[in-house]
C-alpha cells in the first residue's frame, strides 16, 4: 500500500506539472484542445491524490504499522470517527489532505467553467496547477507519508514493527477536532482559486471586472470555511484546554486570522470595482495578499518557525516553503508591474464622504490589522536575530494592539454601508445615523448605569448597538419603501428585498454576526475565576455561584481511563444545574486531558475543570470560570455563515445579467458561425 | 470632510490602544491578573494562568507561582512583581516585551503602520479625486435624445419592483 | 497484484489527457471563444450604472438620501449611462469590434507619441490618422500636404 500510494503521488505531481504547462501554452495561443488537455490534467490530478488518499486511509484503518506515519500517529483502540483524523494529525498526512482539497477545488473550477469564462481559464489552470505541484512535490520527496518503518531490533535480527502505534494526540481527540482542521484548511488552500483567477487575468490582460465576478463566489466560500475554521477552533480550545478562554495570540491562531482578514479586505474592495470600475490594481495585490499569507500561514505553523502550543512535527520543509513564497511574490509582483497600464481607473472619486472611501478605510483598518498582527508573530524572530535574546509577544501585546482596531472596524461595519455610492452630504448622514446613534446612545446609558466600567466591553456592547440599529434600519427601511411602493405584506418584501440583492443583504447578516461575536467579546471582563481543593461534601463559591463537589469516580476504556467528579451548582438559593467534569489520561500517547464540563446560557457559561488529583490528599482539584456572553460568539459566527450563504445565491439582478450575457454569447456564436 | 465627526472617536481609540487605560477603579494585584501578564517557562509556549500543567507536575509553574504569591504578600505592586520575574527568568518570562530599547519597535510599529497606512489612503483618495480630464468637446451637453435613450433603456430592464 | 492499479490509472487518464492534443478537423484549430466582447463590456456597463440609479431611486425612497444628493447623483449616473451608450452607438456604426479596436489602438498610439506633431490630421474630417496615409481612414478624403498642420 505504500508503493501504491507512492505512485499516486508522483503521478499526481506529473499531472500537475504538464496541466502547468499545457494550462500556459493554451493560453497563449488560445488553442481549445490544449486547454481542454489541460482541464482534462487538471481532473487527474484530483483522481491521482484522491488513490493516494485512499491509500493512507486503508494504512490507517487496518492499523499497518509497518508505515511510519501511522505508526507515529494512530493506535489500535482509536475510535473510528478519530481514525479519520488520523489523516491530518501529522505533518505528512496533513501535507497530503492539503494537496487533496486544492485537487478538488480545481477540480470543480474546471467542471464550473467548462463554457465560462475560456480565455481565462488556461492559465488559471496554470497558476493553480503550479500551486498542486509544489505540494505534491513537498509531500512525494520530502514529508512522504508512504514511508515504511525501518526498525531494527538491537540484535540486529529480523526487522521489527510495533504491535501498536503511538496514538493520535488526545487535544485532537474531540468531536469539533474532527470538523476545525477540515474547515481551516477548505479556507486556506481555496484561496488558492482567487488568486490563480486574479494572476490569469493579468496574463490574459482581462483586467474589466469579469475575473472579479468569477472570482468573487471563490473567494466567499473559502472565507466562510475559514472564519468558521478559526470559531471551531476557538471552540475546541475553550472546550478542551481548560483555561476558560478561547483565543490566545498564539502564532498558530494569528496564521489563520491573517489571511481571514485581506479576505474580508478584498470582498470588500471588490464591490468598488463592480460598481464603479477603481481600485484595479489594489484588488489584484490584495488576492496575492491573501492567497500569499494564507501559505505563510501554513509556512509558521509546520515549521516551528515560532514557538506555538499546536504541537506539529517540525522537520525541514521550511526552506521549500521560503522557496516558493519567494517565486510567488516575484511572479505575482512583476506579473502586476507588467500590466500596470490596463489596470488604470474608470472613474473618478467624488467624494471623501463616499461609500468608496468607507470601503478604503476599511481597507485601510484591516490590512493595518494584518500588519500589527504578522509583526507581533514574528517579532520574536526579529529580536532574536538583532538582539540575540528571546522575548515573548503574547496575548497583553495584541489585546492592546488589535482591540482597539477590532472597534474601529466594528465602527465602519455600521457606518460604511449607509454611506451612499460617490456622495453623502451632511444632510444624508443626519437622515441615517440620527436614530442609530440615540439607539445606541441610550443602549451606552444603560449599560454604564447597569455598572459596565470596562471602556472595551462599553466601546464593544456600544458600538454592537450602534451597528445592529444600522443594520436592521436597513431592513426595516427596505421592507417599508418595497411595502409602499409594490404593495406587498411587510414580511414578503423583506423577503423579496434580500432576494433581489442577496449579496447586499446577506452582507448585513453578515455583519450582524460580527456584532454579537463582538458582544460576546465584552463579555470577557466580566470573567469570575475561582480554585479550589474538593472532595464529596466540599463547597465553593464563585461569584453569584456556589459548587457542591456531589461524588468521584474512576474509570477505565481500552484507549484512556478516566477521574471525573459530579458537581451541584446552586444559584441564588436554587439548584441551578449538574456538572460533570472529567479528566483522560490516553494510554497510547501517555498524556493526560481535561474534558470540561460546561453548562451553558445565553447570559454567561459555567466552565468547571477537572484539573486533576491533589497528589498529597487525593482530592480533587477543581477550577471554576463564570464566563458572561461567550455562547454569543458561537451564535455569531453560525449568523455569520448563514448571511455568506445568503449572499453566496445568486441574486434576481445578477440572474437577469447572466441571462443577458448568455443571450449576448449565443448572438456572436451565430454570427460567427455564418 | 464631515468625516470630521467621526474623528473625535477614532482619536480615543487610538490613544487608549496605545497606553492600555481602561476606566474605573484599579483593583488590587492578583494571582490572576500577574498570571497573564507572564510566560510559563515550561516549554507549554503560553501565559502562567493556561499552562496545561498542574502546579505539582510544573516545576516552572510552581515557581513563578511562589514568586508572585510572595511578592502580593509582601504588598509589591504590579510592576514590582514584574520586575522581580525578570531578574530570575529573563526578558522572556514576559507576556509582551517591555517598551524599552529595541523592544520598543514592537509596540511602535502597528502604530506606525496603521499612520502609513492611513497616508497611503489620503494619497489615494486625493488622487482619485483630481477631476477627470476635460471631456472632448462637443460631447459634454450629452444630446437628449440619448438621455431619452437611457431613459427608456432603463425601464425597460428590470423594474424596482421585480 | 494491486499495485498495478495506480500505473493503470495513471496510464489510462494520460491517454485521455492527451487524447484532445490528437484530434482533427474544426476542434483541433479552433480557438478559445472570447470571455467579453467590446460591446458585451459596454452594455454590461451601462447595466451596472442602471442598476446603480435604481439602487439610488430606491435609497431615495427609503429616505436614506437627501433630495438635492439624490438629483445630482441621479444627473451624474444618467451623463455615465449615455456615455456609455454614444461609445456602445459608435461600436455599432462602425464595423463592429474592430473600429473600436482601431479607435483605442490610435488612442493609445497617439497617447504614446503625443510629442509628435499631428501629420496626419484629415482636414476635412478631422480625423486624426494614427499612421502616415495618403487618403484618410475615415473619410476617404486626399491628405494633400495642404492638409498638414
Known sequence: MNQFGSVGLIAALAFAAYGVVAGVVGGKFRSLKITRSAERAALSFLVMITLSVIALEYLIYTNDFHNAYVATHSNRDLSVYYKFAVMWGGQEGSLLFWTWLLSIYVALVVLLNRRKNRQLMPYAIAFAMGVGVFFSALTFFVANPFQGLSLSSASGMAPFFPPDGNGLSPSLQYPSMLIHPVMLYLGLVGMTIPFAFGMSALATRQLGDNWIRVTRRWMMVPWMFLGAGILLGGHWAYNVLGWGGYWAWDPVENASLMPWLAGTAFLHSVMIQEKRGMLKVWNVSLVTLTFFLAVVGDFLTRTGIVQSVHAFAQSNIGPYFALFLGIVAVVSISLILLRLDFLKSENRLDSVTSRESGFLFNNWILLALVFAVLWGTVFPIISKAVESRTVTVGPPFFDKVAVPMGLMLLLLTGVGPLLAWRKTSFESLKRNFAIPLAIAGAIGIVLLLAGVRSLYSWMSLFLGAFVAACVLGEFYKGARTRQRSVGEGFFPALYNLSARNTRRYGGYVVHLGIVLIFVGFAGLAFKVHAKSVMEPGDLMQAGDYLFRCDTMNAGDTPNYTYVDAALAVVKDGKAFAEVKPERRFYKASQQPISHVAIHRTLASDVYVVLAGRDPGTGKAVIEVFINPLVVWVWIGGIVMVLGTLIALVPSRVEREMAQMRQAQAEALEERNAL | ?162 | ?149
Open chain 2, 1 to 162: 470632510m464631515r468625516c470630521k465627526r467621526l474623528l473625535p472617536e477614532l482619536i480615543i481609540l487610538v490613544l487608549t490602544g496605545v497606553t492600555g487605560v481602561t476606566f474605573g477603579a484599579r483593583s488590587k494585584v492578583s494571582l490572576d491578573q500577574v498570571g497573564n501578564q507572564v510566560f510559563c517557562q515550561c516549554g507549554c509556549v503560553t501565559t502562567l494562568n493556561r499552562c496545561p500543567h498542574q502546579i505539582w507536575q510544573c516545576e516552572s509553574r510552581a515557581e513563578i507561582t511562589t514568586i508572585i504569591l510572595i511578592d502580593i504578600k509582601q504588598g509589591k505592586s504590579d510592576p514590582d512583581i514584574l520586575h522581580d520575574l525578570t531578574a530570575r527568568f529573563g526578558v522572556q518570562v514576559l507576556a509582551a516585551p517591555p517598551a524599552r530599547g529595541f523592544d520598543l519597535a514592537a509596540w511602535i510599529l502597528p502604530g506606525v503602520g496603521l499612520a502609513i497606512g492611513l497616508v497611503v489612503v489620503i494619497l489615494i483618495v486625493l488622487r482619485m479625486r483630481r477631476p477627470s480630464p476635460p471631456e472632448p468637446p462637443g460631447q459634454s451637453p450629452v444630446d437628449p435624445k440619448i438621455i431619452a435613450a437611457v431613459e427608456e433603456e432603463m425601464n425597460r430592464t428590470v423594474p424596482l419592483t421585480k
Open chain 3, 1 to 149: 497484484m494491486i499495485l498495478a492499479l495506480p500505473f493503470i490509472v495513471a496510464i489510462g487518464l494520460a491517454a485521455l489527457v492527451i487524447y484532445p492534443m490528437l484530434s482533427a478537423g474544426d476542434e483541433a484549430s479552433a480557438s478559445l471563444p472570447v470571455d467579453v466582447t467590446p460591446a458585451a463590456d459596454l452594455k454590461r456597463r451601462r447595466m451596472v450604472v442602471y442598476e446603480n440609479l435604481r439602487d439610488l431611486d430606491f435609497e431615495y425612497q427609503a429616505k436614506k438620501i437627501a433630495p438635492k444628493d439624490y438629483e445630482s447623483l441621479r444627473e451624474t449616473y444618467k451623463a455615465e449611462a449615455a456615455r456609455l451608450m454614444v461609445a456602445s452607438q459608435e461600436l455599432d456604426h462602425g464595423t463592429a469590434e474592430d473600429r473600436f479596436i482601431e479607435r483605442e489602438v490610435a488612442a493609445r498610439r497617439a497617447a504614446l507619441r503625443s510629442k509628435v506633431e499631428k501629420q496626419y490630421v484629415c482636414g476635412k474630417c478631422g480625423f486624426e490618422n494614427p499612421v502616415p496615409v495618403k487618403f484618410c481612414g475615415e473619410c476617404g478624403s486626399p491628405l494633400s500636404k495642404g492638409n498638414d498642420k
